[in-house]
Nanobody
Framework: QVQLQESGPGLVKPSQTLSLTCTVS??????????WNWIRQPPGKGLEWMGV???????NYNPCLKSRTSISRDTSKNQFSLQLSSVTPEDTAVYYC?????????????????WGQGTQVTVSS
């Protein structure tokens, strides 16, 4: 059974870069048919998909965040990471790393089958 665990600082100052790491156990981040996503939820708001890295290392990003977002991976550690630059208080959210099963229809949130517990990140001076 795959498990995902987010880690990183809970407080980031404005203009700095938010950096989080997702450690995956019970499954390889290089294994098809899975993609590896970052999704966030600001207080009182819905889920916002940020971006993804595939089992082949390819990436895709939310166009609204693309200019500030970078997702990378370390296959030797079975980890993938998120960097969000130039953060503002609007980036305050719970951040989740999520495994995506590409066999599931794209119209279903159930496609995102495995979630980390989430980590709160607050952007404040």
């Amino acid at each position: 059974q795959v498990q995902l665990q987010e880690s990183g600082p809970g407080l980031v100052k404005p203009s700095q870069t938010l950096s989080l790491t997702c450690t995956v156990s019970g499954g390889s981040i290089t294994t098809t048919p899975y993609y590896w996503n970052w999704i966030r939820q600001p207080p009182g708001k819905g889920l916002e998909w940020m971006g993804v890295i595939g089992y082949d290392g390819s990436t895709n990003y939310n166009p609204c965040l693309k200019s500030r977002t970078s997702i990378s991976r370390d296959t030797s550690k079975n980890q993938f990471s998120l960097q969000l630059s130039s953060v503002t208080p609007e980036d305050t959210a719970v951040y989740y790393c999520v495994r995506e099963d590409t066999v599931v229809a794209v119209t279903h949130w159930g496609r995102f089958g495995s979630w980390g517990q989430g980590t709160q990140v607050t952007v404040s001076s």
